[in-house]
């Protein structure tokens, strides 16, 4: 990846004269079925871009109560584009499509109008659940008739094609806007992508230069991300075979909690029984494991490609010592 990234050929992106980047954003609207892409720092900056090119102040947008934008994106939705987000309880971040139609406002004036339905692909907070083919066309059905736009956050979308088998084009078809990510389970080491049409686009780019995203030798970070799509995605099958791994050796285990058939991808949530998860985290951490708390009770653990067999034996034999 570093030798890619010594070789790329860079220019000014500000002013789109960066022409590895302009080829690897034109590489992955063609993939995803985009008309157009634009690279961003980051997957919060690509949401926010997404509601903001998707929204006028005042709008609704219907997400999960579990969904990223809602838990972790800093209040922004509300700061940057005058909008609110509406979480409904769905199923492991997924929103089920009869529980959107119930929570669609009458067109009264004193009702916030309903414009975005945010998906995740896969969830993060729902341990990594991937939608399926037919639960996606329920959704853009349901925007379609009520008139409403899908922005899918793909922030693992990677994993999800991977546990799916779907087409990446099959997205481009469902979402009006769509962010991916390549620094997650893929590995490069900054960046994520929106696609749209080429006017959303057009218009995200202003936006993204506004709130100081406007970035000049990107080629450098396009080299990055592009290795790791093309060497990178194969890997992610064997971070799912882990995880279904640790997931069953968990549930084998009294002193913690697992649903060992919710694993579909590359997360592991599961729950403390008879201890605090801070001791836990804090006793893996001197086997050489890193974990998170995800909640009082508990724990995630996430493979990535730099995670191998040898490390899932260590990291199973220190649970077990713990």
């Known amino acids: 990846m570093l030798e890619a990234m010594m070789k790329a050929e860079v220019g ?7 022409p590895t980047m302009n ?3 034109d590489k992955m609207a063609r993939m995803f079925g985009m008309e157009a892409a634009l690279f961003v720092p980051s997957g919060t900056m690509g949401n926010q871009l997404c509601i903001k ?4 102040p005042g709008d609704e947008v219907i997400i999960d109560e579990l969904g990223h934008i809602f838990n972790y994106e800093t209040g922004a939705a509300s700061h940057l584009s005058s909008v609110q987000l ?7 971040g997924k929103l089920p499509p009869g529980l959107i139609e119930q929570a669609l406002r009458p067109a009264n004036d004193w009702d916030p109008r309903s414009r975005v339905i945010a998906v995740e692909n896969t969830t993060n907070k729902g341990g990594g659940a991937c939608y399926s083919e037919s639960e996606l066309n329920a959704i853009r059905d349901i925007a379609d008739k009520h008139s409403l736009m899908v922005h899918l956050d793909g922030a693992r979308i990677w994993n999800a094609i991977t546990t799916t088998g779907i087409k990446p084009e099959f ?3 469902i979402a009006d806007t769509l962010s991916v990510c390549f620094s997650k389970g893929l590995g490069a080491p900054v960046g994520s992508m929106i696609l749209s049409t080429g006017k959303n686009i057009q218009m995200a780019r202003r936006y993204r230069k506004m709130w100081g995203g406007g970035m000049r030798q990107t080629g450098l970070l396009a080299a990055a991300a592009d290795y ?5 995605w194969e890997m992610l099958a064997g971070d799912h075979r882990r995880a279904k791994q640790l997931a069953e050796v968990l549930a ?3 002193s913690y909690s697992i649903d060992a058939q919710s694993v579909e991808s590359n997360i592991v949530l599961f729950d403390a029984v008879d201890r605090d998860v ?8 001197d086997e050489g494991i890193g974990m998170v708390p995800f909640g009082p009770k508990t724990i995630r653990a996430t493979f990535h490609f730099e995670v191998n067999d040898t490390d899932l034996q260590q990291t199973i034999e220190a649970l077990k010592k713990v």
């Open 23 to 25: 080829a690897f954003e």
């Open 12 to 18: 000014d992106d500000v002013f789109a004269e960066d």
């Open 252 to 254: 084998e285990l009294p």
């Open 278 to 285: 801070p001791d836990i985290l804090e006793l893996l951490k």
């Open 86 to 92: 509406r979480p409904l309880q769905g199923t492991r």
């Open 53 to 56: 090119v998707l929204t006028r």
């Open 171 to 173: 997205f481009g078809l």
């Open 228 to 232: 790791a799509v093309e060497n990178h």
